[in-house]
């Protein structure tokens, strides 16, 4: 069982950075690949990055690459979402999610944080 939650939400204006925290409880943290969605109000939660169990590898939504980067620190079992250059379509709130393989479909990962709220305005 692992636990999630994530801080570091709020509200931005266009062009900022935003950086987007991810807390794991227990001790298998190093053995899952963390990812992070987003869902804004009336649309489908969407694939956002992804980040491999040792943190080597990398994967980015064609919408936030070059712009967003995922990284994670296993001994304080931590993912992160680094979030520059927002945009107003950026709006929405963002996710993280525990799996076991690397995928960019939601149901391929077992744990989910409760989300925080990211707001950017135009």
């Known amino acids: 069982q692992v636990q999630l939650v994530e801080s570091g939400g709020g509200l931005v204006q266009a062009g900022g950075s935003l950086r987007l925290s991810c807390a794991a409880s227990?001790?298998?943290?190093?053995?899952?690949?963390m990812g992070w969605f987003r869902q804004a109000p009336g649309k489908e939660r969407e694939f956002v990055a992804h980040?491999?169990?040792?943190?080597?590898?990398?994967y980015y939504a064609d919408s936030v690459k070059g712009r967003f980067t995922i990284s994670r620190d296993n001994a304080k079992n931590t993912v992160y979402l680094q979030m520059n250059s927002l945009k107003s379509e950026d709006t929405a709130v963002y996710y993280c999610?525990?799996?076991?393989?690397?995928?960019?479909?939601?149901?391929?990962?077992?744990?989910w944080g409760q989300g925080t709220q990211v707001t950017v305005s135009s």
């Open positions: 980040i491999s169990k040792s943190g080597g590898s990398t």
């Open positions: 227990g001790r298998t943290f190093g053995s899952y690949t």
């Open positions: 999610a525990a799996g076991r393989i690397p995928l960019t479909a939601a149901t391929a990962y077992d744990y």
